[in-house]
């Protein structure tokens, strides 16, 4: 495991805590099923989606999302989060959400284990 991976999972590991305290299992159904909403519609789309909802669960994942943005020192312009990153360059957007996935892979194994 990469000291990337490890600090990521550690970051994770905090997310999935706080997600199952305040939202239970509808944040944890969410994160298990985002990574699969980002692979087949590309994480914008995905983003968006979670912004529409704006039920609790959504709005605590999309919360997790903007502070992996902001601990990977990426500084979009825009208000919303699918705006941010909407006003990524490309090549930025696609390594940011290479990333994200190795979040979202572990913020799926400690949802399981935290909200049992």
């Known amino acids: 495991m990469t000291d990337y991976e490890l600090e990521t999972a550690k970051r994770s590991l905090g997310y999935a805590q ?19 909403m980002v692979m087949s519609n590309g994480l914008a789309q995905a983003v968006s989606f979670c912004e529409s909802k704006a039920e609790k669960h959504h709005l605590e994942l999309i919360k997790n999302i903007e502070d992996e943005l902001k601990y990977l020192k990426y500084n979009p312009n825009g208000n919303s989060l699918s705006e941010k990153l909407l006003s990524m360059n490309l090549t930025d957007y696609i390594n940011f959400q290479r990333r994200l996935m190795i979040t979202l892979k572990w913020l799926r194994r400690y949802v399981d284990i935290v909200g049992d």
């Open 18 to 36: 706080r997600g199952i305290q305040s939202c239970g299992d509808k944040y944890k159904n969410l994160c298990k099923s985002f990574g699969s």
